[in-house]
C-alpha cells in the first residue's frame, strides 16, 4: 500500500522561497506520477505541478509557472515541490499524489487519476 507524507510546510514571506518534500513507500517511485495538489479555504482543490520520470517533461498549473519547481529523488523515493518567489495567493494546505497516471494530454492535472494521497502540509505566505 502507497503512503506519502509530505513535510516543510509553514509560514513563508512573500517573496521568499519555502520547499515541500514528500516522503514515499509501499511501491516502486520511479515509475509512477507524482503531483502536487493544493487547496485554499472555500475553493476547490487546484492542480500545481506534476512530472513522471520516464516522460521526462513537467506540467505545471498556469498560476505557478515560473515560480514552483516539481523535482523527485528516486534513491530517497522523495518528491519536492520548490516555491520560488510565493504570493499570498499561494496560501493553501498542499497535497502530493501518485498514480499510474499517462503522461499525456492533460490526464497529469486531473485529480481523479490518482490514487495515493497525503495528508497535506499547511503552506501561509504573508504580505
Known amino acids: 500500500q502507497v503512503q506519502l507524507l509530505e513535510s516543510g510546510g509553514g509560514l513563508v514571506q512573500a517573496g521568499g522561497s519555502l520547499r515541500l518534500s514528500c516522503a514515499f513507500s509501499?511501491?516502486?517511485?520511479?515509475?509512477?506520477?507524482m503531483a502536487w495538489f493544493r487547496q485554499a479555504p472555500g475553493k476547490e482543490r487546484e492542480f500545481v505541478a506534476a512530472?513522471?520520470?520516464?516522460?521526462?517533461?513537467?506540467h505545471y498549473g498556469d498560476s505557478v509557472k515560473g515560480r514552483f519547481t516539481i523535482s523527485r529523488d528516486n534513491a530517497k523515493n522523495t518528491g519536492y515541490l520548490q516555491m520560488n518567489n510565493p504570493k499570498p495567493e499561494d496560501t493553501a494546505v498542499y497535497y502530493c499524489?501518485?498514480?499510474?497516471?499517462?503522461?499525456?494530454?492533460?490526464?497529469?492535472?486531473?485529480?481523479?487519476?490518482?490514487?495515493?494521497w497525503g495528508q497535506g502540509t499547511q503552506v501561509t505566505v504573508s504580505s
Open positions: 499524489a501518485t498514480g499510474p497516471v499517462p503522461f499525456y494530454a492533460d490526464l497529469p492535472r486531473k485529480e481523479a487519476m490518482y490514487d495515493s
Open positions: 509501499g511501491h516502486t517511485f520511479s515509475i509512477v506520477t
Open positions: 512530472n513522471r520520470q520516464s516522460a521526462g517533461s513537467t
